[in-house]
């Protein structure tokens, strides 16, 4: 039989039409000079045009401070520096790693109860009821508010960081997992009910499934949440971190140009988090859930 | 004598409004059977609640009152035994059309599911897409994709709501004359939805003609016709116009038929 409509059966011998018409030589001379210039689309554009508004910035920052005369804020070379002396005495590379590791404990806590925890209660309306309202309460309550608590509960340790992290991610995941299962194509349902699967299978491979991409989505923002938060409790939490940097920096002979680079830091890696997360959505298994 | 396979009594289904103690009723005492083998096709006008009924049947929704019988058991849920096909996007987006076609397939070792799968995925045309996403597929395929996931399952019955409906007018004619192919291979019972009357006169054995809502079957056609079928022969024609007419509508356009 045939496939009517197949996207593998289309005419592959396409070929450029052959131009014989002669080429105007003003024309061809004004494209040799300039060709990516000419096209705003062009991918030198696509670097050139980020590129340029960082360096814009940096050189009107530079600028700044000078005019200013300031003392202590530091200008983009001083920052520079700053990250090179905190590679030499070795900081940059701990603290890095001190705060990820921080990140990491508390973020995949809340990834392993948010979604479970986000399909059961989608799923089951009842629960829901239940635990709706303290979900709601809790949710707007700042992670930063939840410090004091945290140190009476954990001390200056790891714990604490990990324990705010965890608050502060396990919301937006349980909740975007909740509204992914509410709202979920009921076709899938009725399709797994047909074909008489369990409850155990029913939740793994029909409801997860189908919320994988938005359940996804709630990662990232989590993640970004969980990043915002880590440094903010490695100010008063711990004796080490990115964001024990900043405010060590500050309190121990007013080295701005330690806290610009902490900033800067702390601004390429959660960059770098997020461009990681959304490798996440290219797998085929939920590419379908990002309609574009 | 061939057995009713499925047997619809006296069903009444009222769906609460949106306003409050607001009732809609919107099935008024259905009754019909559904032989073994048998080609049945629903048609009415939109809205009817023909698609009620096939969900009813099916065991998705309850009945108010009344009940639906398969092989003298009443139906309080859905079965593997009997399997739906959607109007669209039935198919898992998540699954390859490989393991869309397996899903049904659990109980079997992995030869027999690998042999089941080359069959069915033979059967409906969509060799060497195996591996493939239904979002890299056409509608008329994905549709194909659903098809096979029922027939793999080894259902006693089909119920199909309106399978063809979101598909261009060349792959439904395409779809029809292969669903009859594939009727006529596997011998199961199919009992399809549709507002399509000329679908539903080119596929059935059988025709239930609804009313408007709330619907209840006007009229038992039955079609006649050797397969397969001549859609310019008179037979067709007259069974066509005859349902065009039960429905209350008229052929010229234009012409009010209601006097």
């Given at each position: 039989?045939k496939?009517?409509?197949?996207?593998?059966?289309?005419?592959?011998?396409?070929?450029?039409?052959?131009?014989?018409?002669?080429?105007?030589v003003?024309a061809?001379s004004?494209?040799?000079?300039?060709?990516?210039?000419?096209?705003p689309?062009?991918?030198?554009?696509?670097i050139v045009?980020?590129?340029g508004?960082?360096?814009?910035?940096?050189?009107?920052w530079?600028l700044?401070?000078?005019?200013?005369?300031?003392a202590?804020f530091?200008?983009?070379?001083?920052?520079?520096r700053?990250?090179?002396?905190?590679?030499?005495?070795?900081?940059?590379l701990?603290?890095?790693?001190a705060?990820?590791?921080?990140?990491s404990?508390g973020?995949?806590?809340?990834?392993?109860?948010?979604?479970?925890?986000?399909?059961?209660?989608?799923?089951?309306?009842?629960?829901?009821?239940?635990?709706?309202?303290?979900?709601?309460?809790?949710?707007?309550?700042?992670p930063?508010?939840?410090?004091?608590?945290?140190?009476?509960?954990?001390?200056?340790?790891?714990?604490?960081?990990?324990?705010?992290?965890?608050?502060a991610?396990?919301?937006p995941?349980?909740?975007?997992?909740?509204?992914?299962?509410?709202?979920?194509?009921?076709?899938?349902?009725?399709?797994a009910?047909?074909?008489?699967l369990?409850?155990?299978?029913?939740f793994?491979?029909?409801?997860?499934?189908?919320?994988?991409?938005?359940i996804?989505?709630?990662?990232?923002?989590?993640l970004?949440?969980a990043?915002?938060?880590?440094?903010?409790?490695?100010?008063?939490?711990?004796?080490?971190?990115?964001?024990?940097?900043?405010?060590?920096?500050?309190n121990?002979?007013?080295r701005?140009?330690?806290?610009?680079?902490?900033?800067?830091?702390?601004?390429?890696?959660?960059?770098?988090?997020d461009?990681?997360?959304?490798?996440?959505?290219?797998f085929?298994?939920?590419?379908?859930?990002?309609?574009? | 004598?061939k057995?009713?396979?499925v047997?619809?009594?006296?069903?009444?289904?009222?769906?609460?409004?949106?306003?409050?103690?607001e009732?809609?009723?919107?099935?008024?005492?259905?009754?019909?059977?559904?032989m073994?083998g048998?080609?049945?096709?629903?048609?009415?006008?939109s809205?009817c609640?023909?698609?009620?009924?096939?969900?009813?049947?099916?065991?998705?929704?309850?009945?108010?009152?009344?009940?639906?019988?398969?092989?003298?058991?009443?139906?309080?849920?859905?079965?593997?035994?009997?399997?739906?096909?959607?109007?669209?996007?039935?198919?898992?987006?998540?699954?390859?059309?490989?393991?869309?076609?397996?899903?049904g397939l659990?109980?079997?070792?992995n030869?027999?599911?690998?042999?089941?799968v080359?069959?069915?995925?033979?059967?409906?045309?969509?060799?060497?897409?195996?591996?493939?996403?239904?979002?890299?597929?056409?509608?008329?395929?994905?549709?194909?994709?659903?098809?096979?996931r029922?027939?793999?399952?080894?259902?006693?019955?089909?119920y199909?709501?309106?399978?063809?409906?979101?598909l261009?007018?060349?792959?439904?004619?395409?779809?029809?004359?292969?669903?009859?192919?594939?009727?006529?291979?596997?011998?199961?019972?199919?009992l399809?939805?549709?507002?399509?009357?000329e679908?539903?006169?080119?596929?059935?054995d059988?025709?239930?003609?609804?009313?408007?809502?709330?619907?209840?079957?006007q009229?038992?056609?039955?079609?006649?016709?050797?397969?397969?079928?001549?859609?310019?022969?008179?037979?067709?024609?007259?069974t066509?116009?005859?349902i065009?007419?039960?429905?209350?509508?008229?052929?010229r356009?234009g012409?009010?038929?209601?006097p």
């Amino acid at each position: 039989m045939k496939v009517l409509s197949s996207p593998m059966l289309g005419n592959q011998t396409n070929s450029a039409p052959i131009d014989v018409s002669p080429q105007p030589v003003i024309a061809a001379s004004a494209r040799k000079s300039a060709p990516w210039l000419r096209n705003p689309d062009s991918r030198l554009w696509k670097i050139v045009r980020p590129v340029g508004m960082v360096a814009l910035f940096l050189t009107a920052w530079g600028l700044a401070v000078r005019l200013s005369h300031s003392a202590l804020f530091p200008t983009p070379g001083n920052v520079v520096r700053g990250i090179a002396e905190l590679i030499e005495k070795g900081l940059l590379l701990k603290y890095i790693i001190a705060s990820l590791f921080r990140v990491s404990w508390g973020f995949t806590l809340a990834v392993v109860i948010g979604v479970p925890l986000g399909l059961v209660l989608g799923w089951y309306s009842r629960a829901f009821q239940a635990f709706n309202p303290l979900i709601q309460i809790f949710r707007p309550i700042s992670p930063i508010a939840w410090i004091p608590v945290a140190i009476l509960w954990f001390g200056v340790s790891d714990a604490a960081p990990i324990f705010l992290i965890f608050l502060a991610s396990v919301f937006p995941i349980t909740v975007s997992a909740i509204a992914a299962v509410q709202n979920m194509q009921l076709v899938y349902l009725r399709a797994a009910q047909n074909f008489g699967l369990s409850t155990g299978e029913l939740f793994r491979q029909v409801i997860f499934r189908a919320c994988l991409p938005q359940i996804i989505t709630g990662i990232r923002i989590a993640l970004g949440v969980a990043w915002l938060v880590v440094v903010a409790a490695e100010m008063i939490a711990v004796n080490s971190g990115l964001g024990y940097l900043i405010i060590d920096a500050r309190n121990a002979g007013k080295r701005y140009d330690l806290v610009v680079a902490g900033m800067v830091m702390i601004g390429l890696i959660g960059l770098i988090l997020d461009l990681l997360v959304r490798q996440l959505e290219k797998f085929d298994e939920v590419r379908w859930g990002y309609s574009r | 004598m061939k057995q009713p396979a499925v047997s619809i009594r006296d069903l009444s289904v009222t769906f609460a409004g949106k306003r409050n103690g607001e009732m809609v009723p919107v099935l008024h005492d259905v009754s019909a059977e559904v032989m073994e083998g048998e080609f049945v096709c629903v048609v009415g006008p939109s809205g009817c609640g023909k698609s009620t009924l096939l969900n009813i049947v099916a065991g998705f929704v309850p009945a108010t009152t009344g009940d639906v019988l398969v092989e003298g058991v009443p139906v309080t849920r859905p079965d593997p035994r009997r399997i739906f096909v959607f109007q669209e996007n039935g198919v898992f987006p998540w699954l390859t059309v490989r393991e869309n076609i397996s899903f049904g397939l659990r109980g079997k070792t992995n030869q027999e599911r690998a042999e089941l799968v080359r069959r069915y995925v033979e059967m409906v045309g969509l060799t060497g897409f195996e591996e493939m996403y239904p979002r890299e597929l056409s509608g008329g395929m994905r549709q194909r994709v659903e098809i096979a996931r029922a027939l793999a399952a080894d259902p006693d019955i089909i119920y199909m709501d309106e399978p063809f409906g979101a598909l261009d007018f060349l792959t439904r004619l395409k779809m029809r004359t292969d669903l009859i192919r594939i009727w006529q291979t596997e011998r199961k019972t199919i009992l399809f939805v549709t507002h399509d009357i000329e679908e539903a006169v080119q596929l059935a054995d059988r025709i239930f003609v609804m009313t408007q809502r709330p619907a209840t079957i006007q009229k038992i056609v039955d079609v006649d016709l050797p397969r397969p079928r001549n859609l310019d022969s008179p037979d067709y024609l007259r069974t066509r116009d005859e349902i065009f007419q039960l429905m209350g509508m008229s052929l010229r356009v234009g012409e009010s038929a209601v006097p």
